[in-house]
């Protein structure tokens, strides 16, 4: 029998997972009342992060979605989302699509403060992970250079879908010294050419871009991205490009050409150079890989504080192989980390040039 | 009820049409019997001209397709493809889609010597139109500069699916003096440099490629294009990008890439800001129209002789208008030709500018 708070999400398009304390429903596509990802436990329901819209355009996208209402400007970070949440009498890290994490789990300590959980135990953090060693996503903010980095931008409560208000998030990153994302202050649309010069300064330092958020009552939400962080999203995963809908690289293209618009077409002009350098040599080096190993992968190395951890995440890995297959390397032992190698195998590239070098056709 | 030659094929997936002698059957999906853009008439089938493979590397292509038989190396222009036929009195040009063309049937005769169609009218002549006043494609070989041109390259008859052999065609072009695509003579897999410098050349002078005819009896075929060819096909269409299939474009950055290894990649370097620049150009002029005229488009002009088969043509046009809308711009007087201007309209390009730039959200 399902519990009251199994009731208050009729699940649809849903599975049945098991976790540390027995099992949960996770919605697996977005519903009226829950988005995908949102988790639903015998006693509480954790919701779904919600979809942010972009806007391409700053100026007009600012006035059109804020009008002169003020916003927050946050970074946003290059990383995976997850929340974390107190289930029990365990603090676990969910990803976006509800699973929970294994490696993110095991490091939560390494990042904040688990008192806040004793303290609030219906809070919901919601946070990105970047970094070059990390199980998902092939790229990662420049300037971090090891390991990962957790950077909260958000708090939910337990059983509710929408996010604490600002100032409550601020008391809360106050009190628990918790790592927050940037935050770049109070802007209108009125003074969209600050904002307009802030990105700047991130796309030439490599970041993603940001997150604006309407001060409550009104709390609307929208975000827009670098030139870079286009650029650097097609050179991270040009080697993967026949399995990624292709509108993933047409959609990072069209936002590098309004980005350039929005700052400028003369100043971006190298820009060009570096989009073409992404896609060639992304594809030259899955060609070159593929010569040298016979498939495409791309190697993943993440530090875990427990080896059951490790072997916990490879697991979780090993179950979602479906196009990508988890290829494991080893779990050494490292300084106080347990380091876990992966290769993801990008099945699909690694069929057509096997194909294709051989010298077989095509019809297209 | 059908005729003899209508029960040949099963006109499954298909379409009844109308030409200036009556009706026919156009098969719209390729069947097992039949390719796509097959006519079928009352007393004939013409056959669609068959698909035709790629390889995307030479000299393991050239071994794989071809084994030790010599195989002819002909032009593969950048235009779109006709099968000319006699159908009762008329000789009309058809599209690969088995539709009549107005414009190509027009003009036939500045092309192609028709007495041909009297002395042999059960000859299909296939033929690529191409040049930068034309209805169809939105790009052309450089050095067609203006009008267009007709180059044959094959032969089929009426109610058979195959080609005539390369001595039938080279005496068929000889006798009546037809146009014919550049023909590089007689290889085979063992000289494939030689192919690929010919393809450095083509590469260079911006033409598309070649297609490779083994002699029959085996009569495989195969095709191959330069790098020029993907980053000019890229530049023509990206302000289609968001109606054309995204393969389209990561399919010829695949081509490019594998171009670069057969040629080496060093002396290649500078295609990766040619391949930038034509995805952002192509783009940036995108928002630039839409931002002048609150549409994208592209403008095509055609030569006609006779003013009815320009306002045919429009119909025609119209006809197939779903994605790309057609706005006629006017038929004019120039010389000996009606010329027949019209935009192509790219309907979701121009929606999203315009939700884009007005500051709209997308969820991606």
């Known amino acids: ?23 949960y429903v996770r919605i697996t596509d977005d519903q009226r009342d829950a988005p995908r990802g949102t988790a639903i436990f015998a006693e509480h329901v954790l919701y779904g992060y919600p979809h942010i819209g972009r806007i391409l355009r700053l100026q007009s996208g600012l006035r059109e979605q804020f009008g002169d209402n003020p916003f927050q400007v946050e970074e946003k970070v290059d990383g995976y989302n997850v929340r974390i949440a107190r289930i029990g009498d365990a603090v676990l890290a969910f990803t976006r699509g509800g699973f929970v994490c294994p490696f993110t789990t095991d490091r939560l300590a390494d990042f904040i403060d688990l008192r806040l ?11 990105e992970v970047a970094g070059p060693e990390q199980p998902y996503v092939a790229g990662h903010p420049p300037h971090i250079l090891e390991d990962v980095c957790l950077q909260v931008f958000d708090f939910m ?19 628990y010294a918790l790592p927050a994302v940037e935050h770049y202050g109070r802007h209108d649309a009125g003074r969209w050419e600050e904002v307009r010069d802030l990105l700047w300064r991130l796309h030439l330092e490599g970041r993603e871009g940001v997150v604006f958020k ?3 009552p009104g709390a609307h939400r929208t ?4 030139g870079a962080s286009c650029v650097d999203d097609i050179r991270a995963t040009a ?12 959609g990072r293209i069209l936002r590098l050409a309004l980005f350039m618009e929005d700052q400028g077409v003369e100043r971006l002009g190298a820009v060009r150079e570096a989009l073409g350098r992404a896609l060639v040599d992304g594809l030259l080096e899955a060609i070159e890989r ?23 995440m490879l697991r979780h890995l090993k179950r979602a192989d ?9 779990i050494t032992r490292e300084g106080d980390f347990h380091v876990l190698e992966f290769d993801k195998t990008y099945s699909e590239m690694t069929g057509l040039l096997g194909h294709l070098l051989r010298g077989g056709m095509v019809y297209d």
Do not use: W
């Open 157 to 175: 409560r337990l059983d509710h879908p929408g996010f604490l208000p600002g100032e409550e998030q601020a008391q809360l990153l106050q009190r």
């Open 290 to 312: 593929f010569r040298r190993e016979r498939r495409v992968f791309h190697t993943h190395r993440c530090r875990f504080r427990h080896r059951e951890a490790a072997e916990r």
């Open 1 to 23: 029998m399902r519990s009251t708070a199994q009731q208050t999400v009729v699940p649809r398009r849903s599975r049945e997972e098991e976790y540390p304390g027995g099992t």
């Open 117 to 127: 959980f004793q303290d609030r135990p219906e809070l919901v953090v919601c946070a």
């Open 214 to 216: 309407e001060e409550a």
């Open 223 to 226: 975000k827009y991205v670098t």
């Open 239 to 250: 080697d993967n490009m026949l399995q990624l809908p292709s509108e993933y690289f047409t």
């Open 322 to 330: 479906g196009h990508i297959q988890v290829v494991e390397r080893g």
